[in-house]
């Protein structure tokens, strides 16, 4: 039933990295791009990164630009996202789901918000 699967958080120190993985289901690999977003609590939802499947091209928010790269690996359907140079302020749940310019612009309208996966930065 789940059709979007995270994993690959855990805890770092500042300067650390992760990779964080998605798993998709064949029609969410039907999307045109993948995006993935995070939200925190008492903050804001908010987009991070995205990449078209076959394209290949990709879009950041200006405050993981130079330490996150978004990548994929089309005959698994999985998405990956490497977390480098981590601070503190990216602790938060990272969640994936079908990118658009709207829900960049607007990633409370996403359809599906599953479970994601908890990425804590320590200081």
């Known amino acids: 039933q789940v059709q979007l699967v995270e994993s690959g958080g855990g805890l770092v120190q500042a300067g650390g990295s992760l990779r964080l993985s998605c798993a998709t289901s064949?029609?969410?690999?039907?999307?045109?791009?993948m995006g993935w977003f995070r939200q925190a609590p008492g903050k804001d939802r908010e987009f991070v990164a995205a990449?078209?499947?076959?394209?290949?091209?990709?879009v950041y928010a200006d405050s993981v630009k130079g330490r996150f790269t978004i990548s994929t690996d089309n005959a698994k359907n999985t998405v990956y996202l490497q977390m480098n140079s981590l601070k503190p302020e990216d602790t938060a749940s990272y969640h994936c789901a079908p990118y658009s310019d709207y829900v960049r612009d607007n990633p409370y309208e996403i359809a599906y918000w599953g479970q994601g996966t908890q990425v804590t930065v320590s200081s």
């Open positions: 064949g029609r969410t690999f039907s999307s045109y791009a």
């Open positions: 990449i078209a499947w076959s394209a290949g091209t990709t």
